[in-house]
């Protein structure tokens, strides 16, 4: 599975981003998928995740109200996206698309793309 994310950049506090990664391999369709972020001297943590079997969607308590996950594509080629809205300057991150046979919520994965930087001013 390989994994790209993109969509990162420089937002004011309060304004919006939405990112995307790009997943291509076999059986997509059966992967639960995620994002997570590292921020500059912290540890890496989960974002949002949303699973292969009904697309629900889970969400850290940082990102509920504010941030959606969703994915569209088939078992070949899938996307998925986050839309971030009203950001805030501790939302500055290095943000990562994850991919996994079970594991839904967490920071490691079966697969994790190169990252995204999403810097918020305040």
């Keep these: 599975v390989q994994l790209q994310a993109s969509g990162g950049g420089l937002v004011q ?3 919006s981003l939405r990112l995307s990664c790009a997943a291509s391999g076999r059986t997509l369709s059966l992967y639960n998928m995620a994002w997570v972020r590292q921020a500059p001297g912290k540890e890496r943590e989960f974002v949002a995740g949303i699973a292969w079997s ?3 969607t889970y969400y850290a308590d ?3 109200g504010r941030f959606t996950i969703s994915r569209s594509g088939d078992n070949a080629k899938t996307t998925v996206y986050l839309q971030m809205n009203s950001l805030k300057p501790e939302d500055t991150a290095v ?3 994850a991919a996994a046979r079970m594991k839904l919520i967490g920071t490691t994965y079966d697969y994790s793309g190169q990252g995204t930087l999403v810097t918020v001013s305040s």
């Design 95 to 97: 943000y990562y698309c």
């Design 13 to 15: 506090s309060g304004g």
């Design 62 to 64: 940082s990102a509920k």
């Design 54 to 56: 009904d697309e629900s």
